[in-house]
């Protein structure tokens, strides 16, 4: 059974930073790209960022610059490194796996940040 | 950026019925698009692919049909567990630039 487990979420300061994890079981981690996604309270879902299995990333320009996408293969884990966090970043972050870049065919249960003073 | 529009934002439809929900993209996307179901403090949970294609367990009242810029969703006979907040997302760009809508919640009448 895949599983993926979001871990890392609190309470920051504007401008600080937090790091997510997502552990990975129950499937050939290696093999998958993989993503992470948000969702503010009472907004929608909004795609964060990327990562292939080549280790090539993407993100949208919301989170360019500010937000790092990474995995570590031999611990089937993703991170999510995010710097000088805003307000507006505040969201339940979830992490999917990719099926060939296409659509999202697996979510973990999410882990909140809050970005607040 | 592609702009998915999902309409209506609120559903309501009793149980036993029928539900239709749509999704309309701002450029052609052919049949890259999928749907999720989310309800609160879950996983979103992926029901169909390529426009068409249910994912692996889902139930066939779920139907999905439509390309390039209009497509829909059908529940053909609510249960109570479809009552969740529906989201479509397209997938048709590279390098990826993936774009939800804003979910159509489907309630209780």
């Known amino acids: 059974e895949v599983q993926l487990v979001e871990s890392g979420g609190g309470l920051v300061q504007p401008g600080g930073s937090l790091r997510l994890s997502c552990a990975a079981s129950?499937?050939?981690?290696?093999?998958?790209?993989m993503h992470w996604v948000r969702q503010a309270t009472g907004k929608g879902l909004e795609w964060v960022s990327s990562?292939?299995?080549?280790?090539?990333?993407y993100y949208p320009g919301s989170v360019k610059g500010r937000f790092t996408i990474s995995r570590e293969n031999a611990k089937n884990s993703l991170y999510l490194q995010m710097n000088s966090l805003r307000a507006g970043d505040t969201a339940v972050y979830y992490c999917?796996?990719?099926?060939?870049?296409?659509?999202?065919?697996?979510w973990g249960q999410g882990t909140l940040v809050t970005v607040s003073s | 950026e592609i702009v998915m529009t999902q309409s209506p934002a609120t559903l309501s439809v009793s149980p036993g019925e029928r539900a239709t929900l749509s999704c309309r993209a701002s450029q052609n996307v052919s049949s890259n698009l999928a749907w999720y179901q989310h309800k609160p403090g879950q996983a979103p949970r992926l029901l169909i692919y390529g426009a068409s294609t249910r994912a692996t367990g889902i139930p066939a009242r779920f139907s999905g049909s439509g390309s390039g810029t209009e497509f829909t969703l059908t529940i053909s006979s609510l249960q109570s567990e479809d009552f969740a907040v529906y989201y479509c997302q397209q997938y048709n760009n590279w390098p990826p630039l993936y774009t939800f809508g804003q979910g159509t919640k489907l309630e209780i009448k």
């Open positions: 990562i292939g299995t080549a280790g090539d990333t």
């Open positions: 129950g499937f050939t981690f290696s093999n998958y790209d």
């Open positions: 999917a796996r990719g099926h060939n870049w296409n659509h999202f065919d697996n």
